[in-house]
């Protein structure tokens, strides 16, 4: 127990800045090797230092994930939090779509549609109302973020939701986190593996299955609870940036062409 606490040493807002550092240099690079038509979803063109990067922001989403419920536990407002996601996810979605819609099309939508809910299947799970009232909230939060086809559909509510039930239960969150991310990979990248096997794909699983468990450890082992000196900036920094970073994205693909 000793040993472990001497390992907490990074704060929130330490650990923002670097999910910010990967998520930026991940997307500009990603953004940078694609045009107008959809990717291989591999960068197979790109030299290997830089799919890494690419596939080194996925350790983004789930330290995100982990900060929202975090924010469930320590926020003094519910339903503030739930706004402004809500509100940054508006304003996320007019450079998103810019950037996206030729490639995905109009339907899909920013991760902070995602977050919102993930936020709401927490609130959801810990109404007052019955059991079996609570879980049907819980699907129809999944269900709406699939149907709105947020960025990591249910996955980002499942992952959300774990993380706070289980807080204080270190193997049944890891055992629900590990088991979420599992599915994940088995739906996104193993079938592709089975049917069309390249070494490509494979390093891209094998860097992906890295970024779910080192998000885990920076969440777990490393993050010692505490804020930072500044967070007020860094709280709405992070929420400027992320709009702000998709803008940057598509002046720079208006200024190549």
């Given at each position: 127990?000793?040993?472990t606490?001497?390992?907490?040493?990074?704060?929130?807002?330490?650990?923002k800045?670097?999910i910010?550092?990967?998520m930026?240099?991940?997307h500009?690079?990603?953004?940078?090797s694609?045009?107008d038509?959809?990717p291989d979803?591999?960068?197979?063109?790109c030299?290997?230092?830089q799919?890494?990067?690419i596939?080194l922001s996925l350790?983004?989403?789930p330290?995100?994930?982990f900060f929202?419920?975090?924010?469930f536990?320590?926020?003094?407002?519910r339903?503030?939090?739930a706004?402004?996601?809500?509100?940054?996810g508006?304003?996320?979605?007019?450079?998103?779509?810019?950037l996206?819609?030729?490639?995905?099309?109009?339907?899909?939508?920013?991760?902070?549609f995602g977050?919102?809910?993930g936020l709401l299947a927490?609130?959801?799970w810990y109404s007052?109302?019955?059991?079996?009232?609570?879980?049907?909230?819980?699907?129809?939060c999944?269900?709406?973020?699939?149907?709105?086809m947020?960025?990591?559909?249910i996955?980002?509510?499942?992952i959300?939701?774990?993380?706070q039930?289980f807080?204080e239960?270190?193997?049944?969150?890891?055992?629900?986190?590990?088991s979420?991310w599992?599915?994940?990979?088995g739906v996104?990248?193993?079938?592709?593996?089975i049917?069309d096997?390249t070494?490509?794909?494979?390093?891209v699983?094998?860097?992906?299955a890295?970024?779910?468990?080192a998000?885990?450890?920076?969440m777990t082992?490393?993050y010692?609870?505490?804020?930072?000196h500044f967070?007020?900036f860094?709280?709405?920094?992070?929420y400027?940036?992320?709009?702000a970073?998709?803008?940057?994205?598509v002046?720079?693909k208006?200024?190549?062409k």
């Amino acid at each position: 127990m000793e040993k472990t606490s001497r390992l907490k040493v990074i704060n929130r807002d330490a650990i923002k800045y670097i999910i910010i550092f990967f998520m930026f240099t991940g997307h500009l690079l990603a953004w940078l090797s694609i045009g107008d038509t959809k990717p291989d979803g591999y960068y197979a063109d790109c030299p290997l230092w830089q799919r890494i990067f690419i596939e080194l922001s996925l350790i983004t989403p789930p330290v995100m994930f982990f900060f929202v419920a975090d924010g469930f536990k320590y926020t003094r407002s519910r339903k503030k939090y739930a706004l402004r996601l809500f509100i940054f996810g508006c304003i996320t979605q007019v450079p998103f779509y810019l950037l996206w819609f030729r490639l995905f099309g109009w339907w899909q939508t920013n991760v902070m549609f995602g977050l919102l809910f993930g936020l709401l299947a927490l609130c959801a799970w810990y109404s007052k109302l019955k059991l079996w009232q609570r879980i049907g909230l819980v699907i129809l939060c999944c269900l709406g973020s699939a149907a709105i086809m947020t960025e990591w559909m249910i996955f980002a509510p499942l992952i959300i939701l774990g993380l706070q039930v289980f807080r204080e239960k270190p193997k049944a969150r890891a055992i629900w986190y590990f088991s979420i991310w599992a599915v994940y990979l088995g739906v996104s990248s193993v079938p592709s593996l089975i049917t069309d096997f390249t070494p490509i794909k494979l390093e891209v699983t094998l860097v992906h299955a890295f970024d779910f468990i080192a998000a885990y450890l920076i969440m777990t082992v490393f993050y010692n609870g505490k804020k930072g000196h500044f967070p007020t900036f860094s709280k709405w920094f992070f929420y400027i940036f992320y709009p702000a970073h998709i803008l940057l994205a598509v002046i720079l693909k208006l200024i190549m062409k």
